[in-house]
């Protein structure tokens, strides 16, 4: 019986993958954590089990898997791209100490892991566009740094200790129900929302940045179904490039003005989260992830635009 910890369940991700396994795999048997219960996170927090866990801290980490019995753990807890930049030590601290806690915890309890890794672990020296699934990776940005350490540490810990870690290399994330915290791509959540509310947004990246994305629905089926997945046909386990939709702010806008026509966008560039974006690929080659274990994502940019609108108008119209 599959008994899962999932860290920064009260993330973007966190929150919508959080029901989507406790219906998949049982309510009982998905545990959540985070390091402090919020308001308005109810559905995590007050629908199965709950742990108050601070990823930094090894000890209560490997009491909280030994409590509950847990076999596999999908770590989302991190410190993000741009929120990262403004303290380089604390990102550290979390994204990377943190990951050595739940490694060490998982290799004495023999637990699998999902580690999220992102397009961030790309640098200027990367080809930019359909970006290899093995080729240079120079990070710019403090955030990347950990992800391509995150990386190359899970491997060594598969290699050594015979560890199941798997994971994927995400692009933005876009998704119709909890907000980002501090990321390069939210402008392609919080575009939608302005559109819905004011007509206009104010968009910090420049009209041309070419950057891939991903809808949630995609996200969640990608993670369990790479978890799923028979192990012997899986050559690279760890850091696989999905992607499902390539745009840019101005072909984001355009496809948004196909249902708001009145809807305006202007820009001011954030230099910080500019020069991020200009060190990413325009674009991912997804190829392995396809061959691998059957990535398929479901979400165009036409699909995924008019489902955020239709979900948060309703939304939006219902809180107002």
């Known amino acids: ?66 409590k509950h019995g847990v076999n596999s753990v999908y770590h989302l807890a991190s410190m ?11 990102l550290w601290e979390v994204n990377m100490n943190g990951l050595i806690n739940i490694l060490e915890a998982a290799r004495e309890c023999n637990c699998s892991i999902f ?25 710019t940005s ?35 129900d909890a907000l ?17 509310k004011h007509g206009k947004y104010t968009c910090f990246l420049e009209e041309n940045s070419s950057i891939d ?19 012997d046909k899986l050559k690279h386990r760890n ?14 806008s355009t496809e948004i003005k196909k249902h708001i026509p009145d809807f305006k966008i202007d820009y001011e560039i954030d230099p910080v989260r500019q020069a991020i974006a200009d060190s990413w690929p325009n674009s991912l080659d997804d190829s392995a992830a396809r061959a691998e274990w059957g990535w398929n994502p479901q979400y165009d940019l036409e699909m995924m635009t008019e489902d955020m609108l239709r979900v948060l108008s309703a939304k939006l119209n219902q809180v107002s």
Not at 180 to 191: E, F, K
Not at 241 to 250: D, E, G, L, R
């Open 1 to 66: 019986m599959k008994k899962i910890l999932v860290t920064g369940a009260l993330g973007q991700i966190g929150t919508e993958l959080v029901p989507y396994l406790r219906k998949r795999y049982g309510t009982d048997n998905v545990i959540a954590s985070g390091r402090r219960i919020k308001e308005g996170y109810e559905r995590v927090t007050e629908t199965g089990p709950f742990e108050v866990l601070d990823i930094t801290n090894r000890e209560k980490f490997s009491a909280v898997i030994k």
């Open 213 to 231: 994305m991903i809808y949630m629905p995609d996200v969640l089926k990608g993670a369990v179904q790479l978890m799923e997945a028979d192990p």
């Open 142 to 176: 403090i955030y990347g740094i950990s992800k391509i350490s995150g990386e190359l540490l899970c491997d060594y810990y598969h290699s050594k200790y015979g560890l199941d870690i798997r994971g994927l290399r995400y692009p933005g994330v876009i998704s119709n």
């Open 115 to 139: 580690f999220p890794s992102s397009i961030a672990v790309f640098g200027p020296d990367s080809p930019k566009d359909k970006t290899p699934q093995e080729t240079v990776t120079r990070p």
């Open 239 to 252: 850091a696989f490039n999905v992607s499902a939709i390539t745009v840019t702010p101005k072909e984001l």
């Open 180 to 196: 980002p915290g501090g990321g390069t791509t939210d402008y392609a959540v919080h575009i939608f929302y302005d559109a819905i």
């Open 80 to 90: 993000l791209s741009a929120t990262g930049e403004e303290n380089p030590q604390a």
